[in-house]
């Protein structure tokens, strides 16, 4: 039997009423339930599809809808950039801007900008860091992210954090910890002078950031702190799966179920491998984002039920199977890997969306799947046995 609700789930936090999570049914940390935003309801868990600089690589957004998409992400780093948060508002936000009608989470930018490594500097005051497009000299602050976001005018928007590698030292990942708290109120202070300033300011909320590396202390301590700042309408985990192992991962996410309040949404910030929305799923977490079934697809590999699938392979020559018989896609119903495996092969770009738009889907499904688990009762079963079919099948997948 799924597990009853928990008893302190409310809708519409008060610092942004036009947001609300429902959890209808739970098994374990495992949770199936509903965020709602200005822009419609968001069936949870679920995976949001990554548009970096306002789309999702080679997809129409008509194509996301079909494929079941609810919420997708877009950059704050990459579109202040090109073509500039001014060139988005002027052309009516994002939602106008890339024809999506659904809601829109921006991330701030943190982690692409700490990517940079030789060119940025972090001081207390932001980051200054040098353009990856045209090597112009760029500063953002806790401050100037909340205004680019903002204008940019995402449903959700994400503080500015201090992203360091998985496996750093404990006084590293401290340091980073708690200024990314710091920041938080400082972005916590602006985005308030926004919705004072701004009647429409409320339609927008922030999530704040918990950051502490490998280290549970630092992941209880950050948690503590951010909670005790502010009632905020979700919350994010970030700084996983940059370079630590899955079972430090996986162990973190443990520590943040504990910590993090359980009637807010929470969001594993730049993970979306099938066998981790699963894992994270199974530790409580409801949105997922990352570029892999995107990135994934463009270099010719498919997420499948049996693992992955190099459809490269000249195994799959004369194959005239569908990538996955259990997926109800669009590329599964019409196009054999035979098919596919010769548009790589001739580097044709369909072969890139075929692939891309799959990927999506499936990890769309996966999550309507473990929705479905959780709200019948029989998640423990499903997540366990699909688990063991994923990894069984990776290696011959091949």
């Known amino acids: ?72 992400l877009a950059n ?11 060139v988005v508002r002027s052309l009516g936000g994002l939602h106008r801007f890339m024809q999506w009608d659904g809601p829109i989470l921006t991330d701030s930018g943190g982690f692409q900008v700490f990517s940079l490594e030789t ?8 980051v200054e860091f040098r353009s990856h497009v045209d090597g112009s000299r760029r500063f953002f602050t806790p401050e100037r992210v909340m205004d ?53 300011a409320s339609a927008q909320a922030l999530f704040p950031i918990v950051q502490g590396g490998i280290h549970p202390s630092l992941r209880r301590e950050a948690a503590s702190a951010i909670r005790d700042m502010a009632s905020w309408p979700g919350y ?18 443990d520590v943040a179920d504990d910590a993090l309040p359980r009637d807010r949404p929470r969001y594993l910030m730049g993970v979306g491998f099938p066998d981790d929305l699963v894992e994270g799923v199974r530790r409580g977490v409801d949105l997922f984002d990352c570029v892999a079934p995107t990135r994934m697809g463009r270099t010719g590999t498919a997420f499948t039920n049996e693992g992955r699938v190099n459809v490269r392979n000249a ?35 369909l072969g890139l969306r075929l692939l891309s738009l799959h990927n999506v889907h499936f990890l769309v499904s ?3 799947a473990a929705q479905d688990a959780i709200a019948g009762g029989y998640f423990d079963g499903w997540s366990h046995d699909w688990l063991g079919r ?6 011959r997948a091949q």
């Open 76 to 86: 704050t780093y990459h579109l202040h950039l090109r073509p500039g948060e001014d």
């Open 236 to 253: 994010a985990i970030g700084g996983l799966s940059v370079g630590e192992s899955k079972e430090d991962m996986y162990a973190i996410l």
């Open 315 to 349: 195994r799959w020559r004369i194959d005239p199977r569908p990538l996955d018989p259990d997926c109800a896609c669009s590329t599964c119903r019409r196009f054999s890997r035979g098919y596919i495996r010769h548009l790589f092969a001739a580097d044709e770009v």
């Open 148 to 200: 680019i976001q903002r204008d940019l005018g995402a449903d959700v928007v994400m503080q500015l954090d201090h992203v360091i590698p998985g496996q750093a030292e404990l006084a590293d990942a401290r340091d980073a910890s708690e200024r990314s708290v710091r920041w938080l109120a400082r972005c916590k202070t602006t985005w308030d002078a926004h919705r004072a300033a701004q009647n429409d």
């Open 119 to 126: 060119m940025r500097r972090v001081s207390e005051e932001g």
């Open 1 to 72: 039997m799924a597990a009853a609700p928990p008893a302190s789930v409310r809708f519409g936090p008060p610092d942004a009423p036009h947001f609300g999570f429902s959890v209808h049914a739970a098994a374990g940390a495992a949770r199936s339930g509903v965020f709602t935003t200005p822009h419609g309801a968001v069936p949870t868990p679920a995976f949001m599809a990554v548009g970096t600089l306002a789309t999702v690589k080679t997809l129409d957004p008509a194509e996301l809808r079909t494929a079941g998409a609810s919420m997708i």
């Open 366 to 368: 996966l999550m309507r």
């Open 390 to 395: 994923y990894h069984s099948g990776s290696a």
